[in-house]
Structure formats: C-alpha cells, structure tokens
C-alpha cells in the first residue's frame, strides 16, 4: 500500500530540476480540513478505499491543489484496481508540484504500465531514475518512511525499466485476440481456479471454493459433445481440508496435488501424489523424498514425463514470500533437494502457481513480486542455455488485466491456454477463462509416445527396462507399458535385454503429433526357445488333446511354487525328474503337456504372464531333460470354482498321456 503522509508545513526549498529552478510548495490548510484528512488517512489504513476516497475529496473541493490529497486520493483508486483513474490524480498532483513527491514519479510509471501505456510508462521510471542522485531535503514528502519506499521503488526500477521495454517489443508480435470465458457450466458466484484438462482436452479438473470460509475442493465436469457439462466433485477424493491445484504426467496415470491439515502433512500444505482410472483416484500418499519440509508446499506441476517436479513454497531460502522450486525424481523414486528457480523468476512478493511446458524449456507462472497490470499477473521465462532461467515476462493484455489473474495451463498439443482471473464480467470471483496461444509464446513440440513390449508368440506383456541412445532408460510396468515424452522429429534408439528373449535393437522416427492421443509403438520381443504355448480356459485345455480314453492312461505330477516366484526348488527339481523317469520308462507316451496356474491376487494380465513364466520353467527343464512337450497351457487366475487354498493354485502340472 502507498505510504500517505500528511505535512502541514514545508520548509520552502530549490533543487535543479529540468534546468529550472522552481520552489516547492507550501501547503497550509485550515484545521477543519486536516482533521478530514487524517479522517481518511484512518480509513485508508482501515481498507476502506471509498470512505477514504470521500474524506479526501471533501479536502481537494475547498483545495483543488492540495498534492497530498491529491496523492491520496490516487492511491484509493490504485488500490480498488481503477488504475485509470489513479493515474489522473497522480500526475495532476505532479503538475502542481514536481518537487512534491520523489517517489510519485514511480507510482505515476506504475499506472501508466497497468493500463497498458508503456511508453509513457518507460518516460516515468526513467525520470525517477534521473532523480536519484538528488537530495531528499529537495522534495516535500521527504521524511524517513518516504525515503524507505523510494529505496524499495528503486531495488524495482530495473525491472520495471525492462517490464515497459519488453512489452514496447511483444506488444507488435504477442496479438493474442482476446479471451473467453467459459460459462456457467464450469463457472459461478463461487472461486473456480487452477484448470488442468486431460490429453483429448475433453475432460477438465479444476479447485473450487464457495466462499472464503469453505474448503477448497477438485471439481471435474466433460463435453462429450462440445458443450461442458455442469461440473461436480470428484468422488471419494475430497475431504474436510483443503484439496488445491493438481497436475498429472501426461500419461494421466498419476496425479500430484495439493493436501493440507491431513494426517502426515508435514507443514500447512503438502505436495501428494496419487493414482488415477478414469475419474476415479485412490492410492493419495505425500510425495516421499524431500520436497515437502515443515513450510507451506503447494501447486506442484510435474513435467511431462514426471522426472522434474515444480512448486510454490515460503521454505527457508527463498527470495520473500512464496517462491517457485523444483525437485528432481532420483533413481530410489524419491524427490530430491529443491532448488530454487533464482531472482529472474523469484522477488520479494509471491510467485505460485507454476507450470512447465512439455518440452520445459518455458515456465509460467503467477507473480504479486514483478511489474503488473494489477493484483497479480501471469508471467513466462524460458531456460537459458546454460540451464537457467531469463528475465520474466509479462504476458500483457488481455491475458492479464486489473484484476487478479492465476494458475495458467497450456493443453497437450499447447495451442490452447486456460487461467482463472476475478475481473468484471464474469459469472462471480474467481473465473476459468481461455485464450488461442500465439505461436511466438510456443514451446518446442513434443509428441507423447506410449510403448508396449510384449513376446512375439504368446502377446503376453513383458517387465523389463527399456534403454535408450540418448535418454533414461525406462521400466515396463506389468502391462509391458512404457510412457516418454519426445521431441517430434526426433529418432528413437532403443535396445532391450530380457530374460528369456533374444536381444532387441531398434529405431523409430517421431511423427509431430497432436497428442490427443498417444503415438503407439508395439516392440515384440522373440523368445530364446519357441515352445508351442496355448492360453485360454483350462477346459478347453484338457479337450485339445485328441486322444482315445479307452486306449489312453494318464500320469499326472504337480510342482508348487511361491507366492509371485516361478523358480523352482532343488527338491521340487528332484521330485520332478522322478516322476519323469518313472513316466517314461518302458511306457509308450503319446503327448506331454505342461499347464501354469496362477492364484486370483492381482489382474488378469499379471497373472496369466506368471501363470506363462512358470510354464516356461518347467518346459525348459523338460527340453534339456530331452523331453518332447506338446502343449502348453496357461490359466492366469487358477481354477476359481476349485475348494483349493490359493497357494495350492500357484502350481505348474505335467500330464503325461500313455498308451494303454
């Protein structure tokens, strides 16, 4: 808030200013007035910005000259967001006195900056520069508090300088058209803030609050034909607290968000992570290493491939208030030291609300601290070469505005930008608008690539790690899926060594992509040995066999294993080629057949794979034993309808089939 200080008496004093010399002048007033006036300093402290107003108006009607009214009234209307008019007040009070207020000059560059008058805005700052090296003793407001906001405005003035010159330069080439609202579907009298859409951009996630002592709560609503549905909670995620801005991996398997006050938070707010299904989420827990600390953790924005974390926080370190850091995933899963993202992103006021593009070479954000249009701007800096971040730039009109604007998102194929603001004409409070993003404010494209590895014969997933030429190397999940975010154009080397499979090495160029859905890639990996291996029912298994019950004998040997292992034990190795030897001698065998089973914990896909391993196990010990196996067959969830213990199911058997 502008200091307003009332002088009564000036000393009469000269300085050298525009080659003239020219008095300050003299301000008396009769007592009536600066009683009406220390009337409206009150209620100026008091955040009452009209009732101050009207006090100062009643001093500047009987003394329409009177600069600290003229002053004051300026800041009334600066801090109830009416620029425009602050502006009048302020330089009509400079008209009158150049030598009444130093610090004046700033405040006057700061209005013209906030209605989007940047040269005039430049012409200012740089006159209050040119003040510098003057005396204090020269002006009339020059007490200690004014010489302790002229020392703030200056540690400003460089940025301020660079904020006027960078919009004179963007201004030509940024023609960002206007922005649009998106309706009372998503929007009402309530805050709707932090926007985050799903790849396809059918689907939005949003916080909502309904008034200033409710919770904060994530809201997700669709337009399955274009037209946004009335938003609603997410089920079964919300709780008592506050619930803030999420973001995901843009392989949309997993959420991180914000939680506060829950059981093992360990300040205000901490940074979580979650899985998602749909709009289902489950599995919340803090984010492990040492990104959340004993501070305020809060709107995390994971980049795209989930290696680097980016957050607001008030931790020990920082610049003032909240600043934006990063963690990076280390090899154990855990976050590692933040960092802070430095002073051409970070100042004394509040930076919050991050968010990284795909390539993350662009950071945007929303800052109280760098030169605005009002409360608080939306912002962008891009990396440097050298891994740090330029000077940060103000996204100009009409993105921003008088008003608040915060927690900007760009959508998959970053052509589209989505923030919330509180300006007029919206349904209520905070608002979700939207905006077409100028190409000159785009990122390097990237294309979402999702792989699955699998074995050639049996199309069964494989769990192996993926290596790369020229990035991380990659674990499969137990769908054999992989997920990588890569520059488009580029050309992907990989080569994969599993167990069991013959080595793969491969190349793939990639396409620019739109990413509303995944660029696929489908690597199948040959097996070492080709065992004929059927999947399907255990039913229809056993009436594969073409076989003459009344010509046929049966011998049958089961060999159990671990839960989730499918190596067996040396006894059960023994027990095995027994049975083989006593199988095969002097019999005449018609087929041997091997069938896995696998328990009913964990899915289909997991346990049909196992159900495979353990078949494979025992069909290898039978190929180098010299034994001919015909069929194998795989029953991943064991025989359900069966009275057995589940561990009696985690078993292989060899049927051997004998002529009569």
Not at 80 to 87: L, N
Not at 277 to 297: C, L
Request: charged letters at 25%; proline letters at 4%.
């Amino acid at each position: 808030m502008p200091k307003v200080l009332l002088i009564l008496t000036l000393t009469l004093c000269f300085f050298h200013l525009k080659a003239q010399e020219e008095p300050a002048r003299i301000y008396i007033i009769p007592e009536e007035y600066v009683k009406i006036h220390h009337e409206g300093e009150k209620a100026l402290l008091q955040l009452k910005y009209k009732d101050a107003l009207s006090s100062f108006k009643k001093v500047l009607k009987k003394f329409p000259e009177f600069a600290p009214a003229m002053r004051s009234a300026g800041a009334c209307y600066e801090l109830m967001g009416e620029f425009e008019e602050a502006s009048k007040f302020y330089l009509k009070a400079l008209e009158g006195n150049p030598r009444f207020s130093r610090a004046l000059y700033y405040e006057a560059g700061k209005m013209f900056y906030q209605t989007g008058k940047y040269k005039q805005a430049l012409a200012y700052f740089e006159q209050f520069d040119s003040l510098r090296n003057i005396e204090a003793a020269y002006f009339a407001y020059n007490g200690l508090e004014e010489q302790k906001i002229e020392e703030s405005y200056y540690e400003k003035l460089p940025g301020s300088i660079r904020a006027c010159t960078v919009a004179l330069d963007s201004m030509t080439f940024w023609n960002i058209p206007g922005v649009t609202n998106l309706g009372s579907a998503i929007n009402s009298g309530a805050d709707e803030y932090f926007p985050y859409l799903t790849n396809d951009g059918n689907t939005i996630y949003y916080t909502t609050r309904k008034n200033e002592k409710s919770d904060e709560n994530l809201y997700f609503s669709s337009r399955p034909k274009g037209e946004w549905r009335s938003g609603e909670p997410v089920d079964g995620f919300n709780s008592r607290e506050n619930e803030g801005m999420i973001s995901m991996v843009r392989d949309g398997r997993r959420m991180f968000f914000t939680a506060c006050q829950r059981q093992a938070v360990l300040g205000p707010c901490d940074i979580w992570e979650a899985r998602m299904e749909g709009h289902r989420v489950y599995d919340e827990k803090p984010v492990t290493g040492y990104a959340n600390s004993g501070g305020w953790e809060s709107q995390a924005s994971i980049s795209c491939d989930g290696g680097t974390l980016y957050f607001a926080s008030n931790r020990e370190g920082g610049f003032g208030g909240t600043d934006i850091w990063l963690s990076r995933k280390m090899n154990d899963g855990r976050w590692s030291e933040p960092e802070n993202l430095g002073p051409n992103v970070n100042t004394s006021g509040d930076e919050e609300a991050p968010f990284i593009s795909n390539d993350e070479k662009v950071l945007y954000f929303s800052s109280t601290g760098h030169l605005g249009l009002g409360e608080q701007d939306i912002f962008m800096t891009r990396m440097k070469e050298d891994g740090t971040w330029d000077y940060a730039v103000n996204l100009g009109m009409p993105v921003n505005s008088s008003y608040r604007e915060l927690g900007i998102y760009l959508t998959a194929d970053g052509k589209t930008g989505y923030f919330s603001s509180n300006r007029a004409g919206g349904q209520g409070g905070m608002d979700i608008y939207k905006f077409e993003l100028p190409e000159q404010l785009s990122s390097e494209p990237i294309t979402y690539v999702e792989g699955y590895v699998r074995d050639s014969i049996t199309q069964l997933p494989v769990k192996t790690v993926v290596r790369f030429d020229n990035r991380p190397a990659v674990e499969t999940d137990e769908n054999g899926r992989f997920f990588l975010c890569v520059k488009a154009f580029d050309t992907l080397r990989m080569d994969i060594r599993a167990e069991d499979y013959h080595p793969y090495r491969n190349q793939f160029a990639i396409p620019k992509w739109d990413n509303r859905a995944y660029y696929n890639l489908n690597l199948l990996l040959d097996p070492l040995f080709r065992l004929p291996v059927y999947q399907g029912e255990l039913t229809e298994a056993r009436a594969v066999p073409a076989l003459n019950p009344s010509q046929t004998l049966e011998m049958r040997h089961a060999i159990l294993f671990d839960f989730d292992g499918a190596e067996m034990k040396p006894a059960d190795v023994d027990k095995l080629d027994s049975f083989l030897e006593d199988a095969f001698s002097g019999k005449s065998v018609q087929n041997v057949e091997i069938i896995g089973y696998a328990d009913d914990i964990g899915t289909d896909v997991y346990n049909l794979a196992l159900s495979e391993k353990r078949a494979k196990t025992v069909g290898v010990h039978l190929k180098n034993k010299g034994v001919r196996v015909d069929k194998i067959y795989i029953e991943g969830k064991g025989e359900a309808q069966n009275n057995r213990p589940k561990w009696q199911n985690r078993r292989v058997e060899v049927v051997v089939y004998l002529n009569k």
